[in-house]
């Protein structure tokens, strides 16, 4: 049994034909694709599909980091956001990075705006796998900073960073757009952004499953984004093409992926521990030179556990600025569940109180085997120049799982390609989490009720309630040994895990799925029911209180995109019809009328 993560709402059909004929899309402005052919799209709509906004942060000698230029010019950031970003932008002075470097942050946003395409964007993300769906309350930014010396400026250096924000997660699309962008704008004038923005506003929408062609500046990148029907640990690779028009393409093979084995290279020998802590939604930082170094690893954390979405906050990159500065570090109450990359020496002091630190020094792949490496005792994490390693009193559950080891090691001897160790990596980690997560899947299925408990006449039936106790009765004949040969405290596992948001976030959407496809059931029941038949064996009221329940089916249907064949709605739409028809005409004419609510 393979582990996938489906969509909450069933396929949107438009959507899986799009993908099932995906042709290569043109760089000049097309129409939209599949679900978004109803919508009327205005210009900088398809900007805002792909991005909130392009910040320009500078160093001003009497205001510190200030936000210089904002494109569009509509954008609306509030004053919080906008100090976010000035801070978040630039690295922490002791980082000492000179020339240009990469990394990104995440964000809360400010309650209560609105965008223009918010139901299409929605209709976009119920497609994707669910470690890639937005979190509205967040956003991402992402940075090229530069700093170079410059005897003209009173400072001595040049320091200015170009910043995406994105709802996004797609980390790499975005490193590899501003590796293209940044280093000519520097050179250039806001003219040179004005331009850039116009391109990404010629982007086809962002389709899960679809090849895609986007033009930024003369390049063509080529992708595709992940859809939740993709078999989990496969990414299909998308091929370089002659573009006719002799424009450079350049192929992506993945849109949010990281460098896997050079973030964990440090740390490698923990992976597994690691790998625990992160599934059971335990505090941790990671304490590094850089905020690239620090960024990178925190997502290389976060998605160590995909499939299963990682549900608590984490920061690739935060310093004491922060507007959740106070709120993450506070000793009046226990760490929250929550993953920290810092770089400041002062968190090596405020974050003492921790139980579970990452000590990370450059990221270098190894020419040599590393060296084992001891977990440390947290009292010994003084400053950030205590050596690299985890500092925890952490006793993982499972047993070490010592072949991963050897053949990342014996991968570093042959001098294998760190794509290849990444691939290894992903795969060990992607089995571990599919050997964890399938008894869980296949109870939570067993809590749906039977199909032929479900009556056309009567409200949909409940699902079961989950019971620890049964599911754990249910591991030992249908556990993890079936899948892993790992040995250790499974059991005891499962119990922390149930505790942890996580495992919350998990319930939650298997738990809204399963109620969306009993809703189907209901709906596809009373298609195959002669409804015409029932109305004429009932009075008036009972019978234009039916036509109003379906109504108000169709519209939920509709509303929540309950997995329901589209044939199925044609039907108990006739079926509305056909009843209203041998209704009186006064009736008729007020049903036909009546819309729903």
């Known amino acids: 049994m393979s582990l996938r993560e489906r969509s909450p709402s069933g396929a949107v059909e438009a959507g899986e034909n799009a993908a099932a004929e995906a042709s290569p899309a043109e760089a000049s402005p097309v129409e939209p694709d599949g679900p978004d052919r109803r919508l009327s799209l205005l210009p900088w709509d398809r900007f805002s599909a792909w991005l909130h906004c392009v910040c320009v942060v500078g160093f001003d000698l009497e205001l510190g980091q200030a936000v210089e230029v904002i494109y569009p010019l509509h954008s609306k950031l509030t004053d919080k956001e906008k100090t976010n970003i000035c801070y978040l932008s630039f690295p922490d002075s002791n980082s000492g990075c000179l020339g240009d470097t990469q990394f990104c942050f995440r964000f809360r946003r400010s309650t209560g705006r609105k965008v223009s395409l918010c139901c299409f964007l929605d209709q976009l993300d119920r497609d994707l796998p669910v470690y890639l769906k937005k979190d509205p309350a967040y956003y991402y930014g992402y940075v090229y900073f530069r700093q170079v010396r410059d005897k003209s400026l009173k400072r001595g250096y040049f320091q200015k960073s170009l910043v995406l924000i994105s709802k996004l997660p797609y980390v790499h699309l ?11 704008y520097f050179e250039k004038s806001d003219a040179f952004l004005e331009a850039v923005c116009s391109d990404v506003d010629r982007w086809p929408p962002p389709i899960p499953g679809k090849i895609l062609h986007l033009p930024i500046m003369g390049i063509i990148m080529k992708l595709r984004i992940p859809t939740y029907r993709d078999k989990p640990g496969t990414t299909p690779i998308v091929q370089n093409m002659h573009q006719a028009d002799a424009q450079i393409s350049m192929a992506l093979p993945t849109v949010h992926e990281v460098d896997l084995f050079r973030c964990f290279c440090p740390v490698f020998f923990h992976i597994q521990m690691l790998w625990e802590l992160v599934l059971l939604g335990e505090p941790l930082v990671v304490m590094a030179p850089s905020p690239s170094e620090s960024s990178e690893t925190v997502l290389a954390l976060v998605s160590c556990i995909s499939p299963l979405k990682y549900c608590s906050d984490f920061r690739p990159y935060f310093t004491i600025h922060d507007s959740e500065f106070k709120e993450y570090t506070t000793r009046t109450q226990a760490p929250p569940s929550v993953i920290l990359g810092v770089t400041n020496p002062f968190f090596a002091k405020t974050l003492q109180h921790w139980p579970h630190i990452i000590r990370i020094g450059d990221i270098k792949l190894p020419g040599e085997v590393p060296k084992q490496v001891k977990v440390k005792k947290l009292k010994n994490l003084k400053t950030l120049d205590s050596k690299p390693g985890v500092y925890t009193s952490y006793k993982p559950y499972l047993n070490k799982d010592e072949e991963i080891v050897k053949q990342l090691q014996k991968g570093v001897q042959q001098k294998r390609p760190t794509e290849a160790q990444s691939v290894i990596l992903r795969r060990y980690f992607l089995e571990l989490t599919e ?78 799925e399963m109620t969306q496809k009993l809703e189907a059931l209901h709906l596809e029941a009373l298609c195959n029911e002669n409804l015409v038949f029932w109305s004429q064996k009932h009075t008036e009221v009972e019978t234009v209180d039916l036509v109003l329940k379906l109504k108000n089916k169709l519209l939920q249907a509709d509303r929540e995109h309950l997995p329901v064949k589209t044939d199925t709605l044609k039907k108990l739409q006739t079926h509305i019809n056909d009843i209203i028809l041998a209704l009186p005409d006064d009736l008729q004419d007020i049903l036909l009328k009546t819309g729903t609510t």
Not at 174 to 184: C, G
Not at 469 to 487: C, H, I, N, R
């Open 174 to 184: 975005f490193r590899t757009m501003l590796k293209q962008i940044a280093p000519e």
């Open 435 to 512: 050997s964890f997560i399938i008894p869980l899947e296949r109870y939570v299925a067993s809590l749906m009720p039977l199909q032929k408990c479900i009556s056309p006449w009567k409200s949909p039936p409940q699902l079961r309630q989950f019971s620890q106790d049964d599911f754990m009765k249910t591991l030992e004949k249908a556990g993890p040994q079936l899948t892993s040969g790992l040995k250790g405290d499974w059991i005891g596992l499962y119990r922390h895990f149930l505790k942890s948001p996580n495992f919350d976030g998990w319930f939650r959407s298997r738990q809204k």
